[in-house]
């Protein structure tokens, strides 16, 4: 591949950014990352500067904009070179119905108007509730994907739909181009943060995964573990790389 695929999401050493965001950041660098992914980009102070010292861009990144004043975030945003902001969390009890997922498509659609004046594109990220809820059966989620226009993408954790009971691999065939960037986790695929664990020490079909979706971008993350969860991004780096997926 002509540009690396690979990327970290910031979250996953949240704590070491907080003590030591310039450091921590040339840590990532060090592992080989070239880019990453932002969150929390309007609050996490020095982020501009940090990436540039340590040689990093973030071509996407987490923020909530859906009910929120959008012009500042999306303007932050485009003076950090972001390309996809993606709104990380929509709020369970607006999935319950139909109606509601409609008014969740019909936000995101409006925010996408809005951040192209901005330059920028905009995605949205799942956890297990979108695919836990059923609506007439369905998981929200599907009926989501169904009306998302061209104009939003989605960065799918894979790790998220597995634990609410959808296989992200044949997930992955149905959505097609939609998805622009995965998360790439690993463990039992349980609710509970802590049981997940380096990529290639779990239970997901890592390399199915990734070759479902060839082009989107690959964001190594953990929300928590038992163990450093700085190692678990090397030691997934190291994985990757061995298998030819990074």
């Known amino acids: 591949m002509t540009e690396s695929l690979l990327s ?4 996953t050493v949240r704590e070491a950014l907080q003590a030591d965001l310039p450091g921590t950041l040339a840590r990532l660098a060090e592992l080989g990352f070239t880019q ?11 982020l501009g500067d940090g990436l540039a010292a340590a040689g990093l861009r973030s071509p996407t990144a987490h923020q909530r904009f859906v009910g929120e004043t959008q012009e500042a975030i999306f303007e932050k945003a485009a003076a950090l070179g972001i390309r996809t902001l993606i709104d990380p969390h929509i709020d ?18 409006a925010a996408a108007e809005k951040a192209q004046t901005f330059g920028l594109a905009i995605g949205y990220h799942n956890h297990a509730f979108e695919f836990e809820t059923k609506i007439d ?8 994907a169904a009306q998302l226009p061209g104009s939003v993408s989605l960065e799918l954790d894979t790790y998220w739909a597995a634990v609410g009971g959808t296989d992200p691999v044949e997930l ?22 802590k049981d997940q664990v380096a990529v290639g020490s779990g239970s997901l079909p890592i390399r199915s995964i ?23 991004v090397a030691d997934s780096v190291a994985f990757l790389k061995s298998e030819g997926l990074a």
């Open 172 to 193: 992955l065939g149905e959505l097609g181009s939609k998805v622009i960037a995965l998360h790439v986790k690993d463990g039992p695929a349980t609710h509970e943060n």
């Open 92 to 109: 369970e009890e607006r999935w319950q119905t139909a109606d509601g997922v409609k008014a969740i498509v019909a936000d995101l659609a």
């Open 36 to 46: 990453v992914e932002a969150f929390n980009i309007v609050g996490l102070e020095g």
């Open 137 to 144: 059966g369905r998981p929200a989620y599907e009926l989501f």
């Open 8 to 11: 970290v999401q910031l979250y």
């Open 210 to 232: 990734i070759e479902a979706a060839p082009t989107a971008l690959r964001v190594i993350e953990l929300d928590d573990s038992r163990g450093d969860r700085f190692q678990a």
